[in-house]
C-alpha cells in the first residue's frame, strides 16, 4: 500500500519529509512510499535508502511556497511536488496524499484533481487537538471555508462524526458546537440554525462548547468556521509551546527550582507529550473524494512518520470507502 508524500511541502523540508519517510519504512513492513520532489535531491538525501524497494521517487521541479494564491499556484506549477502528489492519487499509484505545504493550495488541488464526495459543498480542513480526558478532539473547520453556511456546518458535524466512527473506532462520537455561551439561543443567526439543525439530527449532539471547554473533553468533533477554527488552533499550539517553554525557564532558575523541577519533570513529560502536536501527525482533508492529509508547515520528520502511517491504517480499514458510502446512503439532508 503506497503513500504519496510532498517532499518540498513544510518549512524543514525535503529533509524532514525524506527522514520521516525512511523510519515509517522501517517501523512498518507493508508501508511503501513514493517521494514527490527533485529526483537528484531526493536520492542525495536518501542515500542507500534511494534503491530501497518501498521507496520511489516522483520527479516534480517546481514547488508551491506558502505566500503564493493557491488556486494560481496549482494551475500554473502543474510539475509543482504538490500537485504531483495528488495527481499519484487521482492516477492510482498511490492511496494517499500527504502535504505540509501551502494550506489553501493543497485543498485546490485536491478539489480540482480529486474533486468532492458527492453531496458534499465544501469539503473542510481539521485537526486533532490535544484533550486532557480522552484521546483529543477532531476540530473542523480549521481553515479552509472561511465563510461557511449553515448546510457546511452541518456537513462538516455528519463528516466529522462518521470519521472518528470508522477511522478513530469512537462507537457514537459526541458533536458540539463552538460557540461565546452555552445556551441554545447563543450566536449570530447562522449559528442559531447550525444548533437547531444539529438538534434535529441523528448525530449525538452534546449543544454548545464553549473556548475554554474545547480540550476538556465534552466532545470528540467540534465544529465551527474556518476563521475561528483557525485562530483556536493556533492559539491552542503557542499557548502549550509557551507554557512548557515557561516551566523549563523557572525550573532552571535556581538550586531549589531545579530540585523541584526534577520531581516534577516524569509528569510535565508525559503534559508534552499529549500537548505535542508533532507527534499527531496529520489530519484529513473531509469532504475530498480521495485520502488527503495535511501536516503542520513546521512539521518535523517525526510528524510525516506518524501521518504516514496514520494514512496507511485510515486506507486499510477502507474507511474513506464506507463513509461515502454512508453519506450516500444519507444523502437526503445529510442525516445520518
Request: aromatic share 4%; net charge positive; glycine share 6%.
Given at each position: 500500500m503506497r503513500i504519496a508524500v510532498d517532499a518540498m511541502g513544510g518549512d524543514l523540508a525535503p529533509e524532514a519529509p525524506v527522514r520521516?519517510?525512511?523510519?515509517?519504512?522501517?517501523?512498518?513492513p507493508e508501508v511503501s512510499v513514493t517521494l514527490v520532489g527533485p529526483e537528484r535531491r531526493l536520492r542525495e538525501l536518501l542515500g542507500t535508502w534511494s534503491d530501497h524497494p518501498r521507496i520511489a521517487i516522483r520527479?516534480?521541479?517546481?514547488?508551491?511556497?506558502?505566500?503564493?494564491?493557491?488556486?494560481?499556484?496549482?494551475?500554473?506549477?502543474?510539475r509543482s511536488s504538490m500537485v504531483q502528489t495528488i495527481l499519484s492519487v487521482k492516477e492510482g499509484e498511490s492511496v494517499a496524499a500527504i502535504s505540509a505545504g501551502n494550506t489553501g493550495a493543497l485543498m485546490a488541488a485536491g478539489l480540482l484533481w480529486i474533486g468532492r464526495i458527492e453531496g458534499v459543498e465544501r469539503p473542510a480542513l481539521t485537526a486533532i487537538l490535544p484533550s486532557m480526558a480522552q484521546w483529543g478532539v477532531l476540530v473542523l473547520d480549521v481553515g479552509a471555508n472561511m465563510d461557511p453556511k449553515p448546510i457546511h456546518l452541518y456537513q462538516y458535524a455528519v463528516m466529522g462524526s462518521l470519521y472518528c466512527q470508522e477511522a478513530l473506532e469512537i462507537a457514537d462520537p459526541r458533536v458540539g458546537l463552538l460557540n461565546v455561551g452555552e445556551e441554545a439561543g447563543k450566536g449570530p443567526p447562522d449559528i442559531r440554525e447550525v444548533y437547531r439543525r444539529l438538534s434535529d439530527s441523528?448525530?449525538?449532539?452534546?449543544?454548545?462548547v464553549e473556548a475554554r471547554e474545547l480540550l476538556q473533553g465534552k466532545a470528540d468533533v467540534v465544529v465551527c468556521e474556518g476563521f475561528v477554527g483557525n485562530v483556536v488552533l493556533?492559539?491552542?499550539?503557542?499557548?502549550?509551546?509557551?507554557?512548557l517553554s515557561e516551566f523549563r525557564r523557572i525550573a532552571g532558575q535556581n538550586l531549589w527550582t531545579r530540585l523541584a523541577g526534577s520531581v516534577l519533570r516524569p509528569g510535565m513529560r508525559r503534559m508534552r507529550e499529549r500537548l505535542d502536536y508533532q507527534g499527531y501527525g496529520g489530519a484529513p482533508l473531509l469532504g475530498l473524494d480521495g485520502i488527503v492529509y495535511k501536516c503542520h508547515g513546521s512539521s518535523e520528520a517525526r510528524t510525516f512518520t506518524a501521518a504516514i502511517l496514520v494514512a496507511y491504517n485510515y486506507a486499510k480499514k477502507e474507511a474513506h470507502q464506507r463513509i461515502r458510502e454512508r453519506l450516500a446512503q444519507a444523502r437526503e439532508g445529510l442525516v445520518q
Open positions: 520521516g519517510t525512511i523510519a515509517a519504512v522501517e517501523q512498518h520527479a516534480a521541479d517546481e514547488v508551491i511556497t506558502m505566500t503564493e494564491a493557491p488556486v494560481a499556484a496549482v494551475r500554473r506549477k502543474p441523528r448525530l449525538r449532539f452534546v449543544g454548545n493556533k492559539l491552542t499550539e503557542g499557548l502549550a509551546r509557551d507554557f
